[in-house]
């Protein structure tokens, strides 16, 4: 057993995504080994992105600001309100973006559905959407998911949830590589797909 | 095709050892029991398939306190050469590369090198539950092309999901459930129904085969039974999607998926007999040999160039007349074998290495 701030830290790297009991041993030494200024430059960077900045209120992207931030894109009235991409996370949101072919909005489902993660549709921001759709006057949602099992899963489950909205719900054209993520798809096939979207009959 | 040359580094027993097999005939491997001559044919069969034949974890496959194994191999593909290479690493992702070029996903590495594996406990095949015969039908399938390779995995991953999901639903059918339920069941059904139309499409291009097959390696008067027949049974009729829907009252019970690809069966008969449960220990040896032989020979005619043969000590379970039999059966290629002991008469090596003590002699 370490002594307990060492043991404490190990607990908590330990409970990051993808980090094992080993790898947060490997990283707590290094952390050990620091200089103290880098050290706490890594905490302090952490406190500051805790405290500044949280999730937009509308879209759930990253935003700068307190509980009723609101995102860059939220907030720029440029674009428009009446086309909703519907990602999984934040980070997708820069992938469409970098296609510079899409003028809408965003909403982040902050997640996709997966049993096997404990994940539901109760853990993602369905109703939220639906409130969006009512509120803002949206006509067309655009499912933009990754082409894996769970993208397509949380795809078809929206489909059929927004069967009875008067809203158009189109899904983006195959053709991106099966089983990647919408982040490592390169700008020309991801803007090709948003171009080639269709309308979704569940 | 043939293997030209393999290298391992740090694989199983092996801190570095190399292997230059006759192209054609039989290259035996001899040496005493636990010196490590099976680990040279899981190590080929790794690359074909990417897990071991023996069912072994990856990181089973490193030398102890190595920090990874690697197996490359120069494989001749019909005058075309390729190198191939794994990196087997303990996190469980490999690295491999294909001409010293990296493969973005390690499963792109299938269908670059194709192998037939006899191993000594191939009577399970025969004799054993359901599960070994789907993993026989499926491994031939990705054999004959790569694509059935991301069909298995998605069935695989949707049931995981779809059982996740019922066994958190403890029962109850909630209207969040039921709608993702819903999704599950439309996945599972659509991958489910190809993957099982391409095994039953296979099984019945392997059933007329293998009876021949059998013939060739059936000694005695068994052959008096008629002839060996084969049948894919699907664990439910109709549409996989109605079916689903009709077994989710009781899959909510019970916290599984009860229909489905993996509750199917690919049933065997000699004669009228069922030969799982009515066929005789040395029958149904020889109905294992004649399956293996008889997917052998499927895979050939579609990739127009035979698998490599990788035969695991399997003499030291055949009486002699058996061995015999499969020695005569045994098509023409390249042949990989291991041996404790002798050869059976009338097997001509071409090519004999030596294993003692984690090396490999001439
Ligand atoms: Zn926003």
């Keep these: 057993m370490y002594a307990a701030p060492v043991q404490d830290l190990i607990d908590e790297l330990g409970r990051l995504p993808g980090?094992?009991?080993?790898?947060?041993?490997?990283?707590?030494?290094?952390?050990?080994?620091?200089?103290?200024?880098?050290?706490?430059?890594?905490?302090?960077?952490?406190?500051?992105?805790?405290?500044?900045?949280?999730?937009?209120?509308?879209?759930?992207?990253?935003?700068?600001?307190?509980?009723?931030?609101?995102?860059?894109?939220?907030?720029?009235?440029?674009r428009d309100p009446t086309v909703l991409c519907v990602v999984e996370e934040p980070r997708d949101i820069v992938a469409v973006e970098r296609t510079r072919d899409f003028r809408g909005r965003y909403h982040v489902m902050q997640g996709a559905i997966s049993p096997i993660d404990g994940i539901g549709p109760e853990q993602l921001r369905v109703r939220e959407l639906l409130a969006r759709i009512e509120g803002e006057g949206v006509g067309e949602i655009i499912l933009c998911f990754s082409p894996n099992i769970e993208g397509d899963a949380t795809g078809l489950y929206l489909a059929s949830l927004l069967k009875a909205l008067p809203v158009r719900v189109t899904k983006i054209a195959s053709g991106l590589p099966v089983g990647g993520d919408l982040e490592y798809a390169d700008e020309l096939t991801l803007g090709r797909a948003l171009e080639g979207r269709r309308e979704v009959d569940a | 095709m043939h293997l030209d040359r393999l290298w391992l580094s740090d694989f199983r027993s092996y801190e570095a050892a190399e292997l230059v097999p006759a192209p054609e005939g039989l290259t035996v491997v001899s040496g005493a029991n636990g010196?490590?001559?099976?680990?040279?044919?899981?190590?080929?069969?790794?690359?074909?398939?990417?897990?071991?034949?023996?069912?072994?974890?990856?990181?089973a496959l490193i030398r102890v306190g190595a920090p990874h194994a690697v197996v490359r191999a120069e494989v001749d593909r019909a005058g075309r050469r390729l190198l191939i290479e794994a990196e087997l690493r303990p996190s469980g992702r490999d690295r491999v590369q294909v001409n010293r070029q990296a493969l973005r996903r390690t499963r792109d590495l299938l269908g670059s090198l194709q192998v037939t594996v006899f191993a000594p406990d191939d009577l399970t095949l025969v004799k054993g539950g359901p599960s070994a015969r789907r993993q026989y039908l499926d491994d031939l399938l990705v054999a004959l092309h790569p694509r059935h390779d991301a069909t298995q995995s998605e069935v695989e991953r949707v049931l995981r999901q779809r059982n996740a999901l019922l066994k958190q639903a403890g029962g109850r059918a909630t209207p969040d459930?039921?709608?993702?339920?819903?999704?599950?069941?439309?996945?599972?059904a659509s991958a489910g129904?190809?993957?099982?139309?391409?095994?039953?499409?296979?099984?019945?291009?392997?059933?007329?085969?293998?009876?021949?097959t059998y013939e060739q390696v059936a000694v005695s008067a068994p052959k008096a039974r008629g002839a060996v027949r084969l049948a894919y049974q699907p664990s439910w009729d109709g549409p996989l999607l109605e079916a689903l829907a009709a077994a989710r009252t009781d899959d909510l019970r019970r916290g599984v998926t009860t229909v489905g690809p993996h509750r199917d069966e690919l049933a065997a008969w000699i004669g009228e007999l069922p030969a799982r449960t009515h066929a005789s220990q040395g029958e149904q040896r020889s109905l294992a040999l004649a399956l293996r032989l008889a997917g052998h020979s499927v895979v050939t005619g579609r990739l127009e160039t035979p698998p490599v043969l990788l035969l695991d000590d399997v003499f030291s379970e055949l009486d002699p007349d058996r061995s015999a039999a499969l020695l005569a059966a045994l098509p023409a290629g390249q042949a990989l074998l291991t041996t404790a002991g002798g050869l059976p008469p009338g097997a001509r090596p071409a090519v004999t290495v030596r294993v003692e003590g984690g090396k490999l002699l001439d």
Aim: charged share 25%; net charge neutral; hydrophobic share 45%.
């Design chain 1, 19 to 78: 980090v094992g009991p080993k790898s947060a041993q490997r990283i707590a030494f290094h952390i050990l080994k620091l200089p103290a200024d880098d050290a706490m430059r890594l905490a302090r960077s952490i406190d500051v992105v805790k405290r500044t900045v949280s999730w937009c209120r509308r879209c759930f992207n990253i935003a700068e600001g307190g509980d009723d931030a609101e995102c860059d894109i939220c907030r720029d009235d440029r």
């Design chain 2, 35 to 59: 010196e490590g001559k099976t680990n040279l044919l899981e190590a080929v069969a790794y690359l074909a398939s990417l897990r071991s034949f023996r069912g072994a974890p990856g990181e």
């Design chain 2, 193 to 212: 129904e190809t993957l099982v139309a391409a095994r039953a499409g296979l099984t019945a291009a392997l059933s007329p085969v293998a009876a021949a």
């Design chain 2, 177 to 188: 459930v039921v709608a993702t339920l819903d999704v599950w069941d439309a996945k599972l």
